[in-house]
């Protein structure tokens, strides 16, 4: 079996599952947002069950339209304290100790290796970097699975991607998974899990592995999963907030598909309006000139990515034709950027640092585009009006291209700085 | 069941930020939702459906954000049915689970036109276009599915299931 079918069977009490087989797993832990809670807790209580599965299940966290940004907003996130106070949600972050959820829980140890974890929104498929089975449901998947602790499965097929060779400098994680998406396309990996392999993953820090994962998404993918060695070892020992277990796919299994990649062949890579697929190498695009910079979500708003863009920006000043919003991911990256003199970095550059939200990401606030604006961002999707109005665009990069573009005012490499 | 209507037409890769963009999510009230449905593709299109439409697309529909606003959108602005080639994962869930009738068709996706008048007879899975005279097969829908279906959408079959007691 492939590691993603072990930790099915292990959630399901069976020897052995099989792709396409249906089954009805126990879950680690549930998570929404915002967002997403709501219509959860209004379905939960059409359930009527009297109590949660398990009030230290359930992570509640308000991250995408926070803090509150309007009225309506406010009474979403209101909903969900409210629910979290009544049922004793012990996994509720409020404003100012909350951070963008898929940064905030492997962090916080509260997702570990081995685990099967769902979510109310699309990019919980991150946790796969640590050996986890994790996917996006739905809100009602979410309320049926807080009142029974188990969801309803249909076992994926695997395809395996396999990385080899040196990675060129400033490429990572997100560069390969942005080169990986446009080889297969938006629905490459369509109901599939993505098993990311090789001797470049085994090398691949876990920041660079979690922004792989958080990306199978937009290839269509049911989940990500890498299978757990010494790096996540060292991650999750000292997080983790309960017992772990490592899975590894066997030798002789069978994937649906299996692609190979010479790193040392990928460079700096830029997906363009408005599909991720649509990627072309970053040095190409030279006379895209750029509205705004945006450096955060949860795809590159950790500390690694913070560092790599304050490189680049360090002793540099933000175009005077861009507006450059960094947002570290949460409280607690916040506040090792702030002692590492990041954020000093960034704001000499004349940069504005937000606290952690996923704001613009998703067009919510915090960085919105007016009609015919231009961003590049380090978030996950360029769908058309996706930062802002429906004639805006938005490009994706990683953090150190984004920096670099902040600099010179269009898409550009750290190179073209002498970096 | 019959499902009868007329059809708009929608391409590939239609995401969920197009189907309700993010900036409408501060609610979860169907209606308001049901006001900006698919803005991001036709800014009049909340205006044009009427009660009863049927959307025909093509690979990949509902791709993107987890977002159940949009097939709670699409419902609520009147559509009974969505066929598309494919769809992508968490729309496909979120439509049952909501009780949002959709049919996977290559046949179908690939020869109805828009403002087409179609049939879907869905037990049998069987399209009929009733303006160019012509049939299509729909996948079949998975047993389970069916069972989903059959109880109202997965809030009920949690009920049934889990005998759920308050």
């Not at chain 1, 993953?201 to 890498?226: D, P, Q, V, Y």
């Not at chain 1, 299978?227 to 060292?234: F, K, M, N, W, Y």
């Not at chain 1, 920006?313 to 990256?333: D, E, L, S």
Request: proline residues 4%.
């Amino acid at each position: 079996m492939t590691i993603t079918e072990k930790i099915l069977a292990a959630h399901s009490v069976k020897e052995e599952v099989s792709p396409g087989e249906l089954i009805n797993a126990k879950v680690d832990l549930i998570l929404a947002n915002d967002v997403t809670a709501p219509i959860a807790i209004s379905e939960f209580k059409k359930i009527g069950s009297k109590d949660v599965f398990d009030r230290d299940r359930i992570a509640l966290i308000p991250d995408h339209f926070t803090p509150q940004k309007d009225i309506k907003a406010a009474e979403q996130c209101k909903i969900v304290r409210d629910f979290s106070r009544e049922y004793k949600i012990s996994l509720y972050f409020e404003v100012g100790r909350m951070g963008i959820e898929h940064v905030l829980l492997p962090e916080e140890g509260l997702v570990v290796p081995g685990d099967l974890v769902i979510g109310a929104d699309s990019h919980t498929c991150t946790y796969g970097a640590l050996g986890a089975f994790a996917t996006g449901v739905g809100s009602t998947d979410v309320a049926a699975a807080m009142a029974t602790g188990e969801c309803w499965f249909k076992v994926p097929e695997s395809i395996k991607f396999i990385y080899y060779g040196k990675l060129n400098k400033w490429v990572g994680g997100k560069d390969l998974i942005l080169h990986t998406i446009g080889d297969i396309g938006v629905d490459g990996a369509l109901y599939r899990a993505m098993e990311f392999d090789g001797e470049t993953i085994g090398a691949l820090s876990m920041h660079g592995r979690l922004t792989m994962c958080n990306m199978a998404i937009e290839a269509g993918g049911k989940s990500g999963i890498i299978v757990p060695d010494s790096i996540t070892e060292s991650y999750v020992n000292k997080r983790a907030k309960r017992l772990y277990k490592f899975y590894k796919s066997d030798s002789d299994v069978r994937y649906a598909e299996v692609h190979e990649y010479d790193c040392s062949k990928i460079s700096l890579t830029v997906s363009c309006p408005h599909l991720p697929s649509n990627v072309r190498p970053a040095a190409e695009l030279f006379e895209v000139s750029i509205d705004q910079v945006v450096i955060g979500s949860c795809t590159n708003g950790r500390l690694e990515d913070l560092r790599d863009a304050a490189i680049v920006i360090k002793g540099r000043k933000v175009n005077p034709n861009v507006r450059m919003v960094v947002i570290p991911a949460t409280q607690k990256i916040y506040r090792e950027a702030m002692k590492e003199g990041l954020l000093d970095i960034f704001i000499e550059a004349e940069a504005a640092v937000s606290t952690p939200t996923c704001g613009p990401c998703l067009g919510g606030h915090m960085g919105i585009l007016a009609k015919g604006e231009r961003a590049i961002a380090t978030t996950n999707r360029n769908f058309v009006g996706r930062m802002g109005h429906p004639e805006s665009e938005v490009y994706l990069s990683n953090p150190a291209v984004a920096a670099a573009s902040a600099v010179l005012g269009r898409i550009g490499t750290p190179e073209e700085l002498g970096l | 069941m019959l499902i009868r209507g007329r059809v708009w037409r929608f391409g590939n890769d239609v995401n969920t930020d197009v189907i309700i963009p993010a900036r409408y999510l501060n609610t979860s009230n169907p209606k308001e939702l049901a006001m900006h449905v698919m803005e991001g593709i036709d800014r009049d299109f909340s205006h044009k459906v009427k009660a009863g439409d049927i959307i025909v697309t093509g690979k990949n529909f509902g791709c993107g954000s987890s977002r159940e606003h949009a097939p709670i959108a699409i419902k609520a602005a009147g559509i009974q049915a969505i066929i598309a080639k494919s769809f992508a994962r968490i729309f496909y869930r979120n439509a049952f689970n909501t009780g949002l009738p959709i049919f996977e068709s290559s046949e179908a996706s690939e020869k109805i036109e828009e403002a087409d008048e179609i049939e879907i007879d869905a037990n049998r899975g069987v399209i009929k276009n009733m303006t160019r005279q012509e049939e299509y097969k729909a996948n079949p829908i998975p047993k389970f599915m069916q069972e989903l279906i059959a109880a109202g959408g997965l809030v009920e079959w949690t009920k049934k299931k889990f005998k759920v007691t308050s």
